[in-house]
Every structure is written in C-alpha cells, then in structure tokens.
C-alpha cells in the first residue's frame, strides 16, 4: 500500500466516542455506553414529547428555553420515566408502557402527523406549572408507525422510522466539526447545543468529512451499516444557554454560522450542521468505543422540505 493509499484509508476510520438519547424531545438528553439500535433509533429516544393543549402543536426549546433544564431519567426497577427540573418540588413519574385504553391524540410534527398516547392528568400538570402554559405529555404509539418518506436511502433494507424526532431516526455529529465552530465562536459551544445520537472522532478526520459520507460501517459487538441520508438544517436551539435556561438573545451560534455554514447547495440559505441518518436496519448494537468506518461518499443535496 502507497503512502497516500495508507493515508486515505486512514481517513475513513472513525470511532464513537458519544452516544445520547432524549427521551422527551426538547429535554435534557441521557449519555449512553452502548444502546440497541431499534426501529427508531437509540433507546427510548424521542419517545414522549410536549404539546400545547391550546394549539395542539408540539413545544420545544424555541418557544420555551426553560425545557433545556428538565432532567430526565429511565428508571429500569420502576419501568418509569423520570422528570426534574428547578422550582419542582416533586419529580413527575410517568410509566414507560402507558395503560391499556390510553387516550389517543394525533399531532404534527413538521410535514407528518404522529399518533401519541396521553401520560395523564398528573403529567400534564406539573409540566403546565413549570412552562407556565397548558400543556400534556404524549407517548408515541408503538402500534402505529412513523415512516421516514424523504431522502431515503437507496440501501435501507428496511423503511426507517421515527418516534418524535424531527425526521431521521439517527443524528450524528463529529468532534473535528464542532472543534471547527467553535473556533469561530466567542462562547463554545457543545454537542448537546446540536441534540446529536451518535459523535465520532478520529485523529486524522478532518471538519465536515461527515458532509460527504454516504454509507459508514460500524463494527464493535455487532457489525453494521449506517446510512447518511442529509445535512441537518439548524433553528434557533443551539441558542439556548444549557445552563440558565434562557435564550442568549444576541443571535449565536447561526449569526456567526451564517458566515461559513450555509453550504447546502439546494436550500444555500440554511445553516447546516450534523448529519440526519439511519440504521440499514434495526437490531444491532452500538457501543462508546465502536469504530466508524466510511465505505461510501457522495453527494448530499436539500431539495424538499426535510
């Protein structure tokens, strides 16, 4: 093998060095060692989210900041969903499987309608005392499934779905990528600014390798194949400082990202950063440790609405 050859491979190898799940989409996420990989992406992710009763509209950190602090816990001996956050005096316990004739509730998320379940009356008002709005908790229904329709990946054996994520199942970030941004940035910032699954690092990588990958294989435990589907156009989240709550209000990150960021060449006015993907297919495992190779590249292009 030539130097160069050496060189270019040793470009592809990557490894995990992060993996998190959020389990109620616009709280806080859990770090994980390892997770299955299951027909929407890490364990439990995205699986409960927050809606207005008034709009019926789902709520995030951009209409309230205030999310960012709730803390949230799997409690495997209760089979509860655990939350907490500053001026509760009580954590809210919800159960992970809802009860059986739960109350079903159809809600947009962006271009797709999701069936959720109802946590109750109890959920929905202590998350109403602490937003200060009404609002419920859903559970997403297992029985009915979300299909991933846009930028799908040739090679999935499989239709990828999602809970409440906002389209893929899978989010990946890269340590030189982010090192990148921040470089530019008067605050850094950290990957939980950009809500990332899975972040991986190599030593050789360089910033935005990412943006051309198209299939990556990940071996460990298990052996398989993720598939890299687009860019991931940012709003206005990575704003929110993590630590008060609160919106920063001068505009960063996407000020200064709009600067060097907006590199999609089918929407050249969205600030990109991450990567939206999915499993070819669900069941593997994937462990902090794995390594991330790249077997194809291509190009990625947002033609349609994501």
């Known amino acids: 093998m030539t130097v160069a050859a050496a060189a270019a491979e040793e470009k592809d190898v990557w490894r995990v060095t992060a993996l998190y799940t959020y389990p109620v989409k616009s709280c806080q996420g859990i770090s994980l060692s ?8 890490l364990q439990y992710d995205r699986q409960w989210m927050i809606v207005s009763t ?11 900041p205030r999310l960012a602090l709730i803390q949230v816990q799997i409690d495997h001996t209760t089979n509860q969903l655990i939350l907490r956050a500053p001026t509760m005096t009580q954590a809210l316990h919800v159960p992970l499987t809802p009860p059986t ?10 271009y797709d309608t999701v069936s ?6 109890e959920a929905s008002q202590w998350l109403t005392q602490y937003t200060g709005k009404p609002v419920r908790l859903l559970r997403k229904d297992p029985e009915t499934p979300r299909l991933v329709s846009r930028y799908v990946p040739l090679e999935c054996t499989e239709p990828p779905q999602a809970a409440f994520a906002d389209v893929f199942p899978l989010h990946l970030t890269t340590e030189p990528s982010l090192r990148h941004v921040n470089e530019r940035m008067q605050r850094s910032l950290e990957h939980a600014n950009f809500r990332p699954n ?13 943006e051309t990958w198209k299939t990556v294989e990940i071996s460990g435990q298990d052996t398989w194949k993720l598939l890299v589907a687009s860019r991931t156009p940012r709003c206005s989240m990575p704003g929110v400082d993590l630590s008060s709550g609160e919106m920063y209000g001068d505009g960063e990150p996407l000020k200064t990202m709009r600067t060097f960021r907006c590199v999609d060449p089918g929407k050249p006015t969205f600030v990109c950063f991450g990567m939206q993907a999915a499993a070819q297919h669900a069941g593997p495992t994937i462990r902090v440790g794995d390594i991330a190779r790249v077997v194809t590249r291509g190009f990625h292009e947002l033609t349609e609405p994501l």
């Open 116 to 121: 959720g379940l109802c946590c109750g009356d």
């Open 101 to 110: 004739q739960t109350a079903q509730q159809n809600v947009r998320v962006w």
């Open 198 to 210: 899975i972040v991986l690092d190599s030593d050789t990588g360089e910033a935005y390798d990412e």
């Open 34 to 41: 390892s997770s299955e990989i299951g027909p929407t992406g």
């Open 54 to 64: 008034t709009t019926g509209r789902f709520v995030t950190q951009r209409q309230h």
